[in-house]
């Protein structure tokens, strides 16, 4: 069961992933995000880590998405098409990620017992928890106990962004540019379509 | 008996997908938003019984809030423009 | 696990949930517009997610599981449809009309009383 599941998983995240890279339509990309972001959190519950589940679907799908739609009210709604060609990122992506294949096949198997980073720490965390912590799933035990300062910087992290947004959306509000270009494509027409309907009151 | 609840989610959620690629409209992609998040909920809950351990049904309640919230918020940002109250000093636009 | 006709009442309520879930999504993929998109995507998504919900209310027996599952059922119910209607206030007031059929005598994008 499990195999199928995780591949099918994955690859809704590939797609969803590849889907925000082509696109151009901005909001289409937020929207993509949240559902990557919502992908993430089921592959965690299948991969038994419940509360990192929990602060996925929180922080990636409600917040994110909520604080790049304020920024996006600073800026247009399409992206502009890039000027210069695709060949040399094209190379350096290729030639890197062909070293980090070529680096990682040294690694042991995932998940192999008798792998190094299982034989030193892991054994402590796993036979030291229930005396001293009393904590039942091994993730959130790390995640809230033994790495509780990384947890601490990660709150700080998505505390500060907020209020930056906060800071630059609310105090002057930047008059739109596009309007009526956007208004069209709302509704899926073409930007310079000549009916266009009045722009909507508040 | 699961496996068939969670295959039929995972057809549903690829569809939704092509959805989102391909909506014309923006109302369209908000749509297929919702739809993805409601399924998302319901596979976190199937999977749970499918593997034993159904105590993950907190994480679906807490996605179906949000997922509601979100939506609401995105519908609400697209119809006023702008995220948080209007400034005191600023008319009617 | 619990008793035969248990079981077939849980399978019941299960597999015609998920019929309704993939046929609610098929109908968001080919239906030819927004409005009936909304239709298939949020009527035919809630109705089947509660069956589903039921299915596996059904099959936990009396327990805290229910009750959770029964809350999830209760929450989706509620915010099911008032999504779906928000959806479609939203998209009539920024000005996306429905496609209606054509008739000899009037606009195609018709005045819509």
Redesign the interface.
Known sequence: MSPWLDFVLFSILAATAVGVVILRNLFAVVMLGAVFSLVTAALFVVMDAPDVAFTEAAVGAGITTVLLLGALTLTTRHERPGSSGIAIPLAVSLITGAVLVYGSLDLPRFGSPDAPIHLHLAPEFLVGREPEIDIPNIVTAILASYRGFDTLGEVIVVFTAGIGVLLLIGRHHVGRRNRVEDAADDKGEAPDSPAQSPPEST | MFLVAAVALLIAMALALIRLFIGPSLYDRVLAVNVFGTKTVLLIGVVGFLTGRPDWLDISLLYALINFIGTLAILKFFRYRRLGDRPPSEQRP | MIGTAADIA??LF??S???G??I???G??RLPD?YT??HA??VT??FG?EL??I??AI??GVSL?TA??L??GL??FF??P???H??AN??W????KPRLAERPDERPDGDNP
């Open positions: 849980s399978w299960i597999v949930g998920s019929a879930i993939v609610s999504a098929l968001l993929l927004f998109r909304l995507g949020g998504d809630t997610a589903l919900i299915g596996l099959q936990s599981i959770k599952l809350i999830i929450f989706l915010t099911g008032t999504a779906t928000a959806t939203a998209a007031v920024a000005g996306l």
